[in-house]
């Protein structure tokens, strides 16, 4: 099993270094930076704003939830497995361990939840299909970007995919949860 995903990451990083062109990489930088934790973190608090000011507050608490939770797992598993980056021409130097890929568990986690949240919320058909798919290019072009930066093996990317599936997961049960609706029904009470 490990040989094969060895072949798959060696594969896929090959690919990307026969894509590097300068546009595409300054292209894929702007993605890679939707994925960096202060960039993830002002979109997480601007968001929450949004959802207080618009009164959808049930949906704070999970995205929190899915954005946090997802966060602390990839400290603790990169600490755990230690697994060191790509050695492949990366485009900059990360100083953290490679798996799972933090970038792709942040797209899943939170552009996932705010995927989630246009598909519930949306009622304009048109709009709603160009925020999915705006959302869902994002998730992919961020995933992408990492394995051709050079920064990430293609296991991580997949790992990091599945890790913030899980927390968007828990952050859509929370949003359904009964107790979040009490929870949320205590902090706005006057």
Not at 110 to 134: D, E
Not at 139 to 161: A, E, K, P, T
Request: include cysteine; charged fraction near 10%.
């Amino acid at each position: 099993m490990l040989t094969l995903i060895h072949y798959f990451d060696a594969q896929f990083i090959n690919l990307a270094l026969s894509m590097r062109a300068p546009w595409l990489t300054g292209f894929l930088l702007v993605f890679t930076m939707l994925g960096k934790s202060y960039v993830a973190v002002f979109i997480t608090v601007v968001v929450s704003a949004l959802f207080w000011r618009f009164k959808k507050t049930s949906y704070i608490i999970p995205l929190w939830l899915s954005v946090g939770g997802s966060a602390v797992c990839v400290y603790i598993l990169k600490l755990l497995i230690t697994r060191p980056r790509p050695t492949a021409i990366p485009v900059y130097i990360e100083d953290s361990f490679s798996f799972p890929s933090g970038h792709a568990t942040v797209a899943v986690a939170l552009y996932g939840f705010l995927l989630y949240f246009c598909v519930k919320n949306i009622a304009n058909k048109l709009w709603r299909w160009i925020s999915i798919t705006a959302l869902f290019l994002v998730i992919f072009l961020l995933g992408f970007s990492r394995i051709y930066l050079g920064v990430h093996y293609f296991s991580d990317v997949i790992g990091g995919f599945l890790l913030g599936g899980i927390w968007l997961g828990v952050g859509i049960w929370f949003v359904k949860s009964d107790k979040n609706a009490k929870f949320i029904d205590i902090l706005c009470k006057k």
